[in-house]
């Protein structure tokens, strides 16, 4: 046999690099499939346990009150007792999680809304209605806890911030739903809409179901790290607190602002919070995406920065771009400054998978507080002023305002340490 007899089949040989090369794209495919599987399971958590179960709410009231079910005064309470619930689920999600496994307390929750759903599709009772109400705020207080953290340890660092984005997309979805999918169903009755969300979380929940990672990431971490990070995770945590009395005076009074504060009318107030919902839903993917590029630090300051001239854009203009403006923009930063103050947490806290998932829990209690004292303290003020909605909005401005210079302190600090 000659050697030009060989030559076909030497070509024919794979080269070992090639090949190594090969199985190693084919691993990065696997593992890129894998992350975006998590991720979406995320997204239908946070859509199920946050978007649904709280937002939902807000353009159920009307007709709740229409039909008689109960008074006015009762549905602000029945409003509180998810805002209870969700604090509730803040401080219990990691004892849930050590218990049952935070996979299984994610799939649980999930459930639970669902379920919630169908439970207040008749009126029982006021105690009833007030007791689920609560249930599927404490899912959403889980799902807000546990869903990144189960996630993020299995993404790459350079896609943290764009896979927290899409997990938290879920709540800007709900939000938008509240604004065009409630409507629709309520036109074939109160007790059809609720039977609606049911189906709708059902069906999310079953689609997530075996998509969640198989068991979370195990690591730990020096001591020392934790003394050096401890200072500036305490002042995150204050840092999310005011950033979340930054959004009430949007996320409660922007629709009431327009339509009866600037004689506009309902429709029109609505179509600012179904703007409000569009921002929402991109807002944590560019979020997240700013913070993989520029860093998470940076990016929050940024963040601050933007939300506070958007949050007190109503106290110097209320023409129409004005609003529209602001509406998208704190829209987008209501569930856009997750991914950022997550992304912060695991830059903070680089080496411990248990120290992130505990810092992000009080951080997620931090916001919790925040907000309930926010929503109650804002509509007392409100009273109070006789309808000064420019009064909130310049105090919700005022505390991103803080926020940011917290910030800028401790990197002061830090920079002279």
Do not use: C
Not at 271 to 279: E, F, I, K, Q
Not at 356 to 377: I, N, V
Request: hydrophobic content about 50%.
């Amino acid at each position: 046999m000659t050697s030009a007899d060989l030559k076909p089949h030497a070509e024919a040989r794979p080269h070992p690099r090639t090949a190594s090369a090969s199985r190693e794209a084919s691993s990065k495919q696997r593992s890129s499939q894998q992350t975006w599987r998590y991720a979406v399971a995320g997204l239908s958590a946070s859509l199920v346990g946050l978007g649904l179960a709280r937002f939902s709410y807000t353009p159920l009231i009307p007709a709740l009150i229409a039909a008689n079910w109960f008074s006015a005064s009762d549905v602000v309470y029945l409003g509180a007792a998810n805002l209870a619930g969700y604090l509730a689920g803040a401080l219990t999600a990691r004892r849930a999680a050590s218990r049952i496994g935070a996979v299984r307390a994610l799939r649980a929750m999930m459930l639970l809304a669902t379920l919630s759903f169908f439970a207040s599709s008749s009126p029982v009772s006021f105690t009833w209605f007030f007791a689920w109400r609560f249930l599927s705020g404490l899912t959403g207080g889980i799902i807000m806890v546990l869903a990144a953290s189960v996630i993020l340890p299995h993404t790459s660092a350079a896609r943290r911030g764009i896979v927290g984005g899409v997990i938290f997309a879920g709540v800007g979805l709900g939000v938008a739903a509240s604004g065009t999918l409630v409507p629709l169903l309520l036109q074939q009755g109160l007790q059809q809409s609720w039977y609606g969300l049911g189906v709708l979380s059902a069906l999310l929940t079953l689609a997530s179901w075996w998509n969640w990672p198989a068991k979370a990431n195990s690591d730990t971490a020096p001591s020392q790290t934790k003394h050096q990070t401890s200072s500036i995770a305490r002042a995150l945590m204050i840092q999310y607190g005011l950033n979340a009395v930054a959004l009430v005076p949007h996320m409660v009074f922007i629709v009431d602002f327009v339509a009866r504060g600037l004689g506009q009318g309902i429709a029109a107030g609505s179509r600012y919070w179904v703007l409000y919902g569009l921002g929402a839903i991109v807002g944590p993917l560019v979020t997240g995406h700013l913070g993989d590029r520029a860093g998470f630090g940076p990016a929050l300051r940024a963040a601050f920065l933007i939300e506070a001239a958007a949050v007190l854009l109503p106290t110097v203009s209320t023409a129409p771009l004005s609003l529209i403006v602001s509406s998208i923009v704190i829209g987008g930063f209501t569930p856009g400054i997750v991914p950022l103050v997550l992304g912060r947490i695991h830059e903070l806290v680089p080496h411990s998978g248990e120290q992130q998932r505990a810092t992000w829990s009080h951080a997620t209690t931090s916001f919790a507080l925040f907000q309930a004292a926010a929503a109650y303290g804002f509509s007392w003020i409100y009273a109070q002023t006789g309808g000064d909605y420019q009064v909130l909005f310049a105090l919700g401005g005022g505390a991103v305002v803080l926020a940011l210079a917290v910030d800028l302190a401790m990197a002061l600090a830090r920079r002279k340490a």
